[in-house]
């Protein structure tokens, strides 16, 4: 837990404070090596604790239920700490409102793990080399 308040805190207090997310909830969870999980929520920090959220801690409503966190938690490998986030996309309401006005719709969407967006890139830039010594023949 101590890694996240230092590292990932800032970033997501960072990110909803340029109004793209709102954290709406989040739980720490620890899985042993024996598989018996562990759950920190946020209403069981202390007030010295939850000052280290800055304005992530106003929107966090307590909605993952212990249902959700049975079922994430059954993706964390044994010996492993995670953090559970539930993030409400601010900018893609916008992004919405905006389809909306133009009487358009959003057919699809998702995220793209890094890694996935390395790979691509890296595909990218072979094919530009690519084309480049195909045009310089």
Do not use: C, Y
Request: no cysteine; hydrophobic share 45%; glycine share 6%.
């Amino acid at each position: 837990g101590h890694l996240f308040m230092q590292e990932v805190l800032p970033e997501l207090d960072d990110i909803q404070e340029n109004d793209l997310i709102r954290v709406v909830d989040l739980a720490f969870v620890r899985k042993d090596s024996s598989g018996t999980v562990s759950v920190l929520e946020v209403h069981d920090l202390n007030d010295e604790e939850l000052a280290l959220f800055g304005s992530v801690r106003e929107n966090l409503s307590g909605v993952l239920t212990h249902e959700d966190i049975v079922s994430l938690t059954g993706a964390v490998p044994p010996d492993t700490s995670a953090v559970i986030v539930l993030l409400e996309h601010v900018w893609l309401v916008r992004l919405s409102e905006g389809l909306n006005r133009a009487n358009a719709v959003l057919l699809a969407g998702g995220m793209v793990p890094p890694a996935a967006m390395e790979k691509l890139e890296a595909e990218l830039q072979a094919l530009q080399e690519q084309n480049a010594e195909n045009q310089g023949q």
